[in-house]
C-alpha cells in the first residue's frame, strides 16, 4: 500500500515538473510538519538537491519554532539542499493571529524566493477539505468555498501546491516508508482554532458521508464554477463598464439587469484593483456600495453615482493622500511614468484641482475623483493629469487590469 502511494506522489510531482526546464531552481516552503517534510523526500526523489532551496517561516509565537526550523536545517544539510530561516517578529497577538501570521509568511516566502523558478507548498487534499469545511460554515460563496489553486503567480513569484491530490494521511504513510520523522506542532491541538475544529469533527463527518475525498470533489466543483463565471464576465464587461484611465465606470442600466452574482463580481473586482485589495469585501456592505444614491466609501475607494445612471468607482482620496513616488516606481500600486526619471514624482492631484483647474466642472468628473487621481511633478511644476486632461497623454500610464 506504501509503495503504492509513493509510486503515486512521484508520478504526481513528475507530471507536474514537467513544463519546468530542466536546471530550473525549485524553492520548497518546509515547517517541519508531515506535509511540507513529505513534499521535501518527494521532491529530492525525482530532482537534484543542488536545484532545491529549502525555507522555513519562525514567526516567534512559540517556543518550540526555533528549533523546528533548526530540525528542517539539520534533515537539509544531511541532504546537501539549501536551507534558510526566515524570521518574522512583528507579529503581536491578538484577534485574526492566524490570518495575519499566513499573510506575513506569504510576504516572507515571496521575498525569499524571488531568485527561485518556481516555489512549492505542501499543502494537501486535507487542507482544502479543512479549508472547504471553514468557509463554509462562514457562508461563504463559490470564490471562498472552490479549492485551492495549484498554480498561480503573485509578487513576482510562481508558486505551485503539488501534492492537492493526497491526503495527510496519503503523506505520513509515504513517510513511514521511509522511515523519516516530522515536527508536531501542538497549536494543532488547540480547539480555539476553526480549523483544528473541523479537523476534530472530521471522524463524525466521514460516518456522514462527508470524507475528505468527497469534500475537496466538491471544491474542485466550485473552482470549476468560477472559472465558467470567470469566462462569461469576459464577455459581459464591455457591455456593463468602462476604464476611464484608472476609474472604472458602470452603466447601472445595463449592470441592474444581470443576475446578483455577476453584479456583485464586476463591482467587487473593480474594488479590489482600484484599492489594492486581494480579498472582496464583506457581501453586506457590497449590496449596500451597489445600491447607493449616494458617495459610498468601501474598500478603499468611493463609489459615486453620476447622471445618466452611471455608477463610477475612484480611489478614495484618504487612502493616498500622503503617498508619492519617485519615478519610475509605481504609485498606488497601478500608476508609473516610464519614459521618467528619479527627478519626477507621482502623487494624488488633491488639492491642486481647485487652485490649478477652477473650472474643474468642465471635465465632467466628480471632484473626490479627480483629487485622488495621478498627476505627475517636477519639484512644484505640474507635468501631467490625465484625468483633468493635462499634459500629454502617454506620459502617465496605469497597468492592466487583472481581467485583460
Known sequence: MTENIRSKILSALIHFLQDIPKGKVIGVAVSGGSDSVALLLALREVLPSSKMRVATVDHGLRSEAADEARWVGRLCTSFGISHSTIPIR?????????????????????????DCDLLCLGHSKTDVAETFLIRLARGSGIDGLAAMRARWNTCGVDWARPLLGFSRDDLRKYLQDKGQSWCEDPSNEDLTYKRV?????????????????????????????????????????????????????????????????????????ALCWIGGQVYRPRNLALVRAISTK?????????????????????????????????????????????????????QALGGSVLSLFPDWRTFQRPLTALKSSPSLWQNDKLISAPMVDFGKKDVLEVVPTPWE
Open 90 to 114: 512583528n507579529l503581536a497577538t491578538g484577534s485574526n493571529l492566524q490570518a495575519r501570521a499566513r499573510d506575513a509568511r506569504y510576504n516572507a516566502l515571496a521575498d525569499w524566493g524571488q
Open 197 to 269: 475544529q473541523m479537523r476534530q469533527a472530521q471522524p463524525l463527518l466521514d460516518g456522514l458521508g462527508l470524507n475528505t475525498q468527497r469534500l475537496a470533489k466538491t471544491a474542485a466543483r466550485m473552482s470549476s464554477v468560477q472559472e465558467a463565471l470567470a469566462f462569461s464576465l469576459r464577455t459581459l464587461r464591455p457591455k456593463v463598464m468602462h476604464l476611464d484611465f484608472g476609474d472604472i465606470v458602470f452603466d447601472r442600466n445595463v449592470l441592474e439587469s444581470l443576475p446578483g452574482e455577476y453584479i456583485e463580481r464586476m463591482v467587487s473586482d
Open 294 to 346: 449616494t458617495t459610498f466609501s468601501l474598500h478603499g475607494c468611493v463609489l459615486i453615482p453620476q447622471t445618466g445612471n452611471l455608477l463610477r468607482v475612484s480611489r478614495e482620496y484618504a487612502a493616498v493622500s500622503r503617498e508619492l513616488s519617485i519615478c519610475p516606481a509605481l504609485w498606488d500600486n497601478r500608476y508609473f511614468a516610464p519614459k521618467y526619471d528619479n527627478k519626477y514624482k507621482i
